[in-house]
């Protein structure tokens, strides 16, 4: 059974930073790629980033670009998202998937995680 279980998520100041946390377990995340999506509140799940370790390629969405880094630490089997400079329009449920390839739309993860909630208060 595949489980990505997200951590890390919490109520920061505007320009605060996170770290959120991904545990893998079921599949080894070095033969997958990884992807950050996230909810804000009455919106649709929107893109973040995603890495495919395989063609070494990272996509941003523009409105986190420079802001936000993923990691990834295959011996654990964990995906991390560092969220730098942080504004409250970045407060949102935050979900970690993984799939055969890039994922940028919702249908593209093979897996979900169940989420963590961010809050960023101005």
């Known amino acids: 059974q595949v489980q990505l279980v997200e951590s890390g998520g919490g109520m920061v100041q505007a320009g605060g930073s996170l770290t959120l946390s991904c545990a893998v377990s079921?599949?080894?995340?070095?033969?997958?790629?990884v992807a950050w999506f996230r909810q804000p509140p009455g919106k649709e799940r929107e893109f973040v980033v995603t890495?495919?370790?395989?063609?070494?390629?990272?996509l941003y969405a523009h409105f986190v670009k420079g802001r936000f880094t993923v990691s990834r630490d295959n011996t654990k089997n964990m995906v991390s998202l560092q969220m730098n400079s942080l504004k409250p329009e970045d407060t949102a449920v935050y979900y970690c998937t993984a799939g055969r390839k890039l994922m940028i739309g919702l249908s593209d993860p093979d897996y979900w995680g169940q989420g963590t909630q961010v809050t960023v208060s101005s």
């Open positions: 079921g599949i080894t995340i070095s033969s997958y790629a």
């Open positions: 890495n495919d370790r395989s063609t070494d390629t990272t």
